[in-house]
């Protein structure tokens, strides 16, 4: 009996339904089981990794950056807790959007944020990206407040570089940056990822091995919406090492106070201040103005800023105590007089005649007093810085031997201090002409040559350097930027001093040049007077570098010369003359003569470390004398 009808038949209509229903039953099965096994087989490891990386982020935790401090422990860079905004590119639903919406929340440029966000491909897509630095408190609260329709956006604290004194020993403290991606290609960056950063430049860079610390990571268990839900492991960070400086606080900062008060209100100034101690080599104060805040550099730096620091023709990113080369002038005459002493050429009492000038060849040196100085020894030609003394005596050196003893006392050579952009200035000879132009030297040259001009350069620093040597005793030291390096479990590692050579002079004729430099300054007509301190013996040597042909200031005086065209002052010194523990170069550029503009900020710093030394607090600031007159030596 059929069940379809009635008197058994079938019922046409109704089977052709169920067939049909039937065969769409077998085919939407078979689409489920095609897309199962598309799923599951096919791309089953690439879902299971996207599924745990989408509920397993990995974090890295960037360590505390270490400290820096002076001599005395006092902060010069330290580390304060920050907040920055993330992304993970992977879990952002609608990046475009995204990244609009947080631009309005931060007040910031879009296009701003769509650089900063790139097109991260591979594992980058899983790893936070940083938009936005050191976020304050308004802007964070708008990204919070917004944060739960905000999938796969973060905001972390992270530590953040902070220099306390602003601007003070920028050069020498230096700055930082992101890695960049030369350097992520490089072996030495190789455990370094986009977006850390890293010093660029000064004692930052220098010391980043020590500074730079290990990051630490965890894994946190998130929600869909890209919220922490639970952490499940965690490594914490290795701080950075402890770094003690030489640098002394308070002289860098009179230092840097008096070289800023060493031009006229309205002129800008230029110049650089490098104090060292001659017995270790170490650098107590190194300034180059004009300077620059490096907190400005601890995040991503403003563009606007950043071509103002760049196109500004002051350059105040340039560290002049290492990279500026000049001239040195007359503070050059201490180094010839040593390496006439050690010749034989020249006795301590041996006279020369200065009528006021010198006549070789078809030409007539003068001397910079027009009325000439009349019967000069060795201690009186260093204490009025007779020219014609020094013509004479660079002649019957010879160029070669001249450069030979400048050499020797660490001219025309990098100090090795470390720091980058440290140019070696020049010390011509015949064999370094003939190199370079193909031409053979003259003699005349070699007059100028011996005063400190000519094809003569030098850095602040070198002259600090060559000084010392002078001052210890012919040691040439390396100059020494680290006391020691404190590790984060408390090991201290020292960083002892590194004796570069020995110059090729006697202790009795070193002796006979410190004397007469005591002269520059301790006695009456000495050049140098401005630098005395009283109760301290100072021992020092002017220089007023000529940069143009006098015909180009010819009949102008001090502010009337355009500033271009206006001397560099020097002057180099070292205290106490009998046993020196501190040596002060100092060079304003464009400054005039420099024993009128140089010699008082070294009688600035000289007069704070002696306070110091004696425990006593500093006198009141004075309003330096600023002539831009061409002087004495």
């Given at each position: 009996m059929s069940q379809f009808g009635p008197g058994g038949g079938s019922d046409p209509t109704l089977e052709r339904g169920l067939r049909l229903l039937a065969a769409g039953m077998a085919a939407a099965f078979s689409i489920f089981l095609l897309r199962l096994v598309q799923l599951q087989v096919v791309q089953g490891e690439e879902h299971l990794e996207r599924s745990q990386r989408n509920s397993i982020r990995t974090e890295r935790l960037t360590a505390p950056r270490g400290e820096i401090v002076d001599r005395k422990g006092r902060l010069l860079a330290t580390t304060r807790p920050a907040f920055h905004l993330e992304v993970v590119p992977s879990e952002l639903r609608d990046p475009p959007r995204t990244l609009a919406v947080l631009a309005r929340l931060l007040g910031d440029e879009p296009e701003r944020l769509r650089e900063s966000y790139g097109d991260p491909r591979g594992r980058a897509r899983f790893q936070p990206l940083r938009l936005s630095d050191d976020l304050d408190f308004e802007r964070l609260a708008r990204v919070e407040s917004h944060r739960?329709?905000?999938?796969?956006?973060?905001?972390?604290?992270?530590?953040?570089?902070?220099?306390?004194?602003?601007?003070?020993?920028?050069?020498?403290?230096?700055?930082?940056?992101?890695?960049?991606?030369?350097?992520?290609?490089?072996?030495?960056?190789?455990?370094?990822?986009?977006?850390?950063?890293?010093?660029?430049?000064?004692?930052?860079?220098?010391?980043?091995?020590?500074?730079?610390?290990?990051?630490?990571?965890?894994?946190?268990?998130?929600?869909?919406?890209?919220?922490?839900?639970?952490?499940?492991?965690?490594?914490?960070?290795?701080?950075?090492?402890?770094?003690?400086?030489?640098?002394?606080?308070?002289?860098?900062?009179?230092?840097?106070?008096?070289?800023?008060?060493?031009?006229?209100?309205?002129?800008?100034?230029?110049?650089?201040?490098?104090?060292?101690?001659?017995?270790?080599?170490?650098?107590?104060?190194?300034?180059?103005?004009?300077?620059?805040?490096?907190?400005?550099?601890?995040?991503?730096?403003?563009?606007?800023?950043?071509?103002?620091?760049?196109?500004?023709?002051?350059?105040?990113?340039?560290?002049?105590?290492?990279?500026?080369?000049?001239?040195?002038?007359?503070?050059?005459?201490?180094?010839?007089?040593?390496?006439?002493?050690?010749?034989?050429?020249?006795?301590?009492?041996?006279?020369?005649?200065?009528?006021?000038?010198?006549?070789?060849?078809?030409?007539?040196?003068?001397?910079?007093?027009?009325?000439?100085?009349?019967?000069?020894?060795?201690?009186?030609?260093?204490?009025?810085?007779?020219?014609?003394?020094?013509?004479?005596?660079?002649?019957?050196?010879?160029?070669?031997?001249?450069?030979?003893?400048?050499?020797?006392?660490?001219?025309?050579?990098?100090?090795?201090?470390?720091?980058?952009?440290?140019?070696?200035?020049?010390?011509?000879?015949?064999?370094?002409?003939?190199?370079?132009?193909?031409?053979?030297?003259?003699?005349?040259?070699?007059?100028?040559?011996?005063?400190?001009?000519?094809?003569?350069?030098?850095?602040?620093?070198?002259?600090?350097?060559?000084?010392?040597?002078?001052?210890n005793g012919g040691h040439v030291l390396r100059p020494r930027l680290v006391l020691e390096v404190v590790e984060p479990g408390g090991v201290h590692v020292p960083q002892p001093p590194h004796e570069i050579r020995r110059v090729p002079v006697s202790d009795e004729n070193l002796a006979l040049v410190r004397d007469g430099l005591h002269a520059v300054v301790d006695a009456p007509g000495g050049t140098g007077r401005r630098a005395q301190v009283p109760g301290l013996a100072v021992a020092g040597?002017?220089?007023?570098?000529?940069?143009?042909?006098?015909?180009?200031t010819a009949g102008k005086t001090g502010l009337a010369i355009p500033r271009p065209y206006r001397d560099h002052a020097w002057f180099a010194s070292f205290a106490p003359a009998e046993a020196p523990e501190i040596v002060v170069a100092v060079l304003v550029e464009h400054g005039g003569g420099g024993g009128a503009n140089a010699a008082?900020?070294?009688?600035?710093?000289?007069?704070?470390?002696?306070?110091?030394?004696?425990?006593r607090p500093p006198p009141a600031p004075e309003e330096p004398a600023v002539t831009a007159a061409r002087g004495a030596g």
């Open positions: 739960h329709a905000l999938p796969g956006v973060l905001t972390e604290v992270r530590p953040y570089r902070q220099y306390p004194h602003g601007p003070l020993a920028a050069h020498l403290l230096g700055s930082l940056g992101e890695v960049s991606p030369g350097q992520l290609e490089s072996e030495r960056f190789e455990d370094y990822r986009p977006g850390d950063v890293v010093g660029k430049s000064g004692v930052e860079a220098l010391l980043e091995p020590f500074l730079r610390g290990r990051a630490g990571g965890r894994n946190v268990l998130v929600d869909v919406a890209g919220r922490e839900v639970e952490v499940l492991d965690r490594v914490e960070a290795r701080p950075g090492a402890r770094v003690v400086l030489a640098l002394d606080l308070d002289l860098q900062r009179t230092a840097e106070e008096a070289l800023a008060a060493a031009a006229p209100p309205e002129e800008p100034v230029s110049g650089a201040v490098v104090a060292l101690d001659p017995r270790d080599g170490g650098v107590l104060a190194m300034a180059s103005l004009p300077s620059y805040d490096p907190n400005a550099f601890s995040g991503r730096i403003d563009a606007a800023l950043w071509r103002q620091l760049t196109s500004d023709p002051m350059k105040p990113l340039q560290n002049r105590a290492l990279s500026g080369q000049y001239p040195p002038g007359s503070t050059y005459k201490a180094f010839v007089a040593a390496a006439a002493l050690e010749e034989g050429l020249r006795l301590p009492k041996t006279t020369v005649f200065c009528p006021g000038g010198f006549a070789f060849g078809n030409r007539t040196y003068r001397c910079w007093k027009r009325g000439g100085h009349g019967t000069v020894d060795l201690r009186r030609s260093l204490m009025q810085s007779c020219d014609v003394y020094y013509y004479r005596a660079g002649l019957d050196l010879g160029i070669d031997r001249l450069a030979e003893y400048a050499k020797a006392f660490g001219l025309g050579a990098v100090t090795g201090i470390g720091l980058e952009g440290e140019q070696p200035g020049l010390v011509p000879s015949s064999a370094w002409k003939e190199r370079r132009f193909g031409q053979e030297w003259m003699p005349g040259e070699t007059v100028s040559a011996a005063i400190g001009q000519g094809y003569n350069l030098l850095t602040p620093l070198q002259l600090a350097v060559s000084y010392a040597a002078i001052a040597k002017t220089g007023t570098a000529q940069v143009v042909r006098l015909e180009k008082p900020i070294a009688q600035k710093v000289l007069q704070r470390w002696w306070d110091d030394k004696n425990g």
